[in-house]
């Protein structure tokens, strides 16, 4: 069963340079350490507003994808997880949350 991490980013303290380092360096870091990290899919969200129009509870979302809920924790694990991680406090000025599950699609 496919498990992710879902990280949610309340809005930074400065939005323009927040988009400047994850575009320039923070994804690129991601990349570079895909293969040590195992996720299979990530997917990257800037979120526009709420349903009602109103500014957005959470400014983006990342989401990694990993085969299984061990392919996912042996990925936490992994020096490049820790890389990326330890990046988050570089420009993640307005926290963040950092979840786990796994998908409960139903047939």
Do not use: Q, W
């Not at 939005?15 to 994804?27: D, V």
């Not at 996720?39 to 400014?59: I, M, N, R």
């Not at 307005?94 to 786990?100: R, S």
Request: glycine letters at 10%; zero cysteines; aromatic letters at 12%.
């Amino acid at each position: 069963m496919p498990a992710h991490l879902v990280v949610l980013y309340n809005a930074p303290k400065d939005p323009g340079a927040f988009e400047r380092y994850y575009a320039a360096t923070h994804l690129p870091l991601l990349d570079a350490n895909a293969r040590s990290i195992g996720h299979t899919k990530a997917e990257f969200v800037k979120f526009a507003s709420a349903v009602d129009g109103s500014a957005p509870s959470f400014y983006r979302k990342a989401e990694l994808t990993f085969e299984s809920m061990d392919a996912l924790r042996r990925g936490l694990a992994s020096e490049g997880f820790k890389k990326v991680g330890g990046d988050l406090g570089n420009f993640a000025t307005g926290g963040f949350v950092a979840l786990i599950g796994e998908l409960t699609n139903r047939p």
